[in-house]
DNA sequence: GTAGATGATGCGGGATCCTGCAGGACGCGC
DNA sequence: GCGCGTCCTGCAGGATCCCGCATCATCTAC
């Protein structure tokens, strides 16, 4: 068995090699990156079909080095260690996920017996393995109660990243008011509503922008989901 | 000599405990805490006047510890070891920093040498060491030439908030027609016309929005930088 | 088949935002 | 004093945003 780690810290890459080579004695070769669009190139020289890598790298998204390399085999194997649960990061992997690969989220809180059991249940047994708390995200973010909806999200994104209505309708194929109406949802469950009105007609916030940040400090959106939006939208505007 | 360590990665903790120990063989005592919170405490307990901070930590912010501290004792001396050179950190340790106090500011991808050597400057000889990185960070921040002036930051930060053209007058003491005019300037400085307008009247971004995003994407503005942001904001709301 | 839920769309109005134009206040240098 | 630059302010107008009201299509349940 071969094992290529991508992750970017060099003390988290040595700790992560350790915990490879004493979980599973049948691999042969630890291959490592530092970024992850060097990941990306290993996994292709090496065909290695077994990862663990980091989210949150300098160079290249986690999240974006995974998709390519599932593009090209979508039988790999890739156990996440990250040191967040931003429902933005699970939102972000689930969505990239082929039908029926094994994968693994896992805490870099986590101890050791979890991050090894994990490697084993993945590379050996190719089994899914999602840490508790990043479940929970999970459940949150697909399961409709409390949780945002796929077009909720979507819109979201959308002015996140600066879009005024009409572009979304244009983007997203619907009527200006029907982008509207999404807005209005959102709002409300973003609750962008409570803090608006003070006491008469003072201090009131712009719901839009206001929403953007309710979201980042929610953790529904950080740095990565927005540079993956941001590379989306600009390809979406090369296509007139 | 008693250095204090505030690092929630416990490999860097122990990295670091390693290297203090290393490099200062005068130092009696390291004393390790795992968040922001416990810093402070630990600081005010020990009466410790040299510190290692993380910037980003879950549970409080590196900066928000190392406001407290300083507030209690301006001469404490504190190097901040970080992944990152944001703009955002930057100026955030530059604006708390007391004047006259010895403070360094160290990448975590900076060689073993270089950490030991900033760690002697700074305990030792009360010198301040800036990495070359974060120092170009700061002329940038600090002079004009392309950078942001203090005005113009305050105002991102306003409608990075999602405050309203009157919220933000109201609150920086100016006529509506000003907090606008700090918006236009803005926008120029963000570049947020170039890719307004497209060919003729199409696909447009909402510039209020757009300039948020930008200044994310350009590590202006980050997680951290908005918490603090949002809580001086409840503050101020709290004040009428 | 009728009723109800969900979601897309159109219309219209009021509030906010963005900006051009113009004028006033302050400091600096000659 | 005078000119110049910078910053703040008011006014006006057009574009955008936010939202209530109403219609229509689809789907589900009974």
């Given amino acids: 068995m071969k094992v290529l780690i991508v992750e970017d810290d060099p003390l988290h890459r040595s700790y992560l090699h350790e915990a ?8 042969e070769t630890v291959i490592e ?6 990941g990306e190139k290993l996994a292709r020289d090496h ?5 663990v890598m980091d989210l949150q790298m300098n160079n290249r998204n986690g999240i974006e080095a995974a998709r390519t390399i599932w593009k ?8 996440f260690w990250s040191n967040y649960s931003d429902e933005a990061y699970v939102r972000g992997v689930s969505r990239i996920v082929p039908d029926g690969a094994a994968y693994g989220y896992v805490l870099k809180s986590a101890s050791d017996e979890r991050l090894k059991l994990a490697l084993r249940s993945i590379f050996v047994e190719a089994q899914c393995v999602i840490d508790r708390e990043v479940r ?3 459940q949150k973010s697909l399961g409709q109660t409390k949780g945002f909806s796929d077009t909720e999200y979507e819109i979201l994104v959308d002015i996140a990243l600066g879009l005024t209505d009409r572009a979304i309708a244009r983007r997203r194929n619907l009527s200006l008011r029907s982008v509207q109406n999404r807005l209005q949802q959102l709002y409300e469950k973003l609750d962008v509503y409570q803090t608006a009105s003070d006491d008469h007609d003072d201090s009131r916030f712009n719901l839009r922008a206001r ?3 309710v979201a980042m400090l929610r953790k529904l ?3 990565s989901a927005l540079e993956r939006a941001e590379s989306e939208l600009a390809e ?3 296509s007139l």
Same sequence: chains 1, 2.
């Avoid at 990156?33 to 060097?38: H, L, Q, Y």
Wanted: include cysteine; proline fraction near 5%; charged fraction near 20%.
């Fill in 136 to 138: 929970g995200m999970q």
């Fill in 221 to 223: 959106l950080n740095y």
């Fill in 72 to 79: 090209e085999r979508p039988d790999t194997r890739i156990l």
């Fill in 47 to 51: 065909r290695s079909a077994h990862v």
């Fill in 236 to 238: 979406w505007l090369k």
């Fill in 211 to 213: 929403a953007v940040t």
């Fill in 20 to 27: 490879v080579c004493a979980a599973l004695p049948e691999c």
């Fill in 33 to 38: 990156a530092e970024s992850g669009t060097a």
